[in-house]
């Protein structure tokens, strides 16, 4: 017999309560309910209605999705020969504009699903697919410019909060790097992506300052004005490596060492490119050259302290290093992730360092790398033992030196559809009904741009890279 109606009433609103705490929360299996952020779901035949919880009201999110042409097109006229991959892939390419919304004040407000709050990494992410319309599309273009706008607004409120409100009051103040990194990213891929400078306002450089900023000063976290604490940190011990200090994961999970080696890379790669911004727009050189200053520091800092010996795999790129000599071997589903580092940016699939890394993740060696009947891949601490992500797999396809690799990485995602035409936070590759976050935008997104490069004809977006710094070996 199922739970009863009471039950899981209260465990929705658990989880209701819960979702204030970003992506933090216990899991639990619940039939037929709402699949809210902290819940395992179990697709049903007959699914009832998403839930919203309360939450939803007090972020304030302003109303007016967008609606574009040019993507409805390039979804409607998608044919792969694959009809599922078809029907995927239609649902990863609108799925940006559900979440976005336009605000009052200009600006785009992108919620990361089924929590209603903006995540910086995320949103940042949720809108890539739409950079390959942007150039002929100036209606595209306009949106990009307005989320960009409010993540430089976000940035110079708060450069230690992950995610925001409607309203631009914090949401979570959890510090992760890669919160100041991937608007950085997103507005220079704009900018070389349609060659319009104008995304670039004083707003955008007060933002970006504030994030250069606060980057410097967590080099020396000890001694960091702020003295940024949370209560989910240990307040481990760190030594000098010139890399920057994070207290979370992507995952929002804490760090258990607070250099986490693929958010450094993404720094690298965001450094670079805030550099050239710096030098060709805004025409501050003393800006640019602090940039490069701290991309060369922590670039040196991940290939002293980053890469370890491992007496099966030679060397490879820890995950988390706290620079005193204490390391921790592993890899998250979550995007910035060791996997994904080409990706990024940050050196080349073919780098052997990178190599050794990549055989050792997707191997049972490392302790998040999961099997079952349907599917495997990598997972993550933040989700129920067992439970793929398929933003590992997008990572993998990605990151594939083969058209094989890739035809297996796609064959994985498709394999992961509970039956929804979407992907999800995590499913278990034993049975892929089960899974998490019934409305996740992320994979979607990353979804739409891995088939617009790979199969859909559009050259890659720009992508930033290590030009210029070297990689001992």
């Not at 809210?36 to 919203?52: D, K, Q, R």
């Not at 079952?372 to 993998?396: D, E, F, M, N, R």
């Amino acid at each position: 017999m199922g739970p009863s109606l009471a039950f899981l009433l209260a465990l929705l609103a658990a989880g209701a309560a819960r979702a204030g705490d970003g992506h933090a929360g216990l899991k639990i299996a619940v039939r037929d309910s709402a699949c809210l952020e902290g819940f395992v779901c179990v697709s049903t035949p007959n699914p009832s209605v998403i839930a919203t919880p309360p939450a939803a009201a007090a972020a304030g999110a302003p109303a007016g999705a967008p609606d574009f042409a040019s993507v409805r097109r390039a979804a409607a006229d998608f044919h792969s020969g694959d009809a599922h991959l078809d029907a995927v892939f239609r649902n990863a390419l609108l799925d940006a504009g559900k979440q976005a919304s336009y605000a009052a004040d200009g600006t785009v407000y992108v919620k990361t699903g089924d929590i209603p709050a903006e995540w910086l990494r995320d949103s940042s992410a949720q809108v890539r697919p739409y950079l390959f319309f942007a150039k002929k599309d100036p209606a595209v273009a306009a949106l990009l410019r307005g989320v960009i706008e409010r993540q430089a607004r976000s940035l110079s409120r708060d450069p230690y909060a992950n995610a925001f409100r409607a309203d631009y009051s914090v949401w979570e103040e959890k510090f992760e790097l890669d919160s100041l990194v991937d608007p950085i990213t997103l507005a220079w891929t704009y900018w070389r992506a349609t060659s319009d400078a104008g995304v670039f306002t004083p707003v955008v450089a007060a933002g970006f300052a504030a994030a250069l900023q606060t980057m410097q000063a967590e080099q020396n976290h000890g001694t960091s004005p702020r003295g940024y604490k949370h209560r989910e940190l240990k307040g481990n011990a760190v030594g000098p490596t010139g890399m920057i200090w994070s207290g979370f994961r992507p995952s929002d999970d804490a760090c258990v060492y607070n250099y986490l080696i693929p958010s450094e890379m993404a720094a690298v790669v965001a450094l670079g490119q805030l550099a050239q911004i710096e030098r060709e727009v805004w025409h501050d050189d003393a800006r640019a050259a602090a940039a490069e200053t701290l991309r060369e520091q922590v670039h040196r800092g991940i290939q002293t302290y980053g890469v370890v010996d491992d007496p099966k795999h030679g060397k490879i790129y820890a995950y988390e290093v706290d620079g005193l000599g204490r390391s921790l071997l592993m890899d998250d589903g979550n995007i910035p992730s060791l996997l994904s580092a080409p990706y990024l940016g940050y050196g080349t699939a073919a780098d052997p360092v990178y190599q050794n890394t990549r055989r050792y993740l997707l191997s049972p060696d490392d302790p998040y790398y999961y099997q079952g009947k349907k599917g495997s891949g990598i997972g993550s601490p933040h989700t129920p033992k067992g439970y793929v992500w398929p933003l590992a797999l997008l990572a993998q396809g990605l990151t594939a030196s083969t058209p094989e690799e890739r035809s297996r990485a796609q064959a994985l995602l498709l394999a992961s559809d509970p039956g929804d035409g979407r992907l999800h936070e995590s499913f278990d590759p034993n049975d892929p009904k089960r899974f998490t976050r019934k409305d996740f935008g992320w994979p979607n997104s990353l979804m739409a741009e891995f088939v617009l490069a790979s199969k859909g004809g559009s050259p890659p977006l720009p992508r930033g890279s290590t030009e210029g710094l070297t990689f001992p070996r």
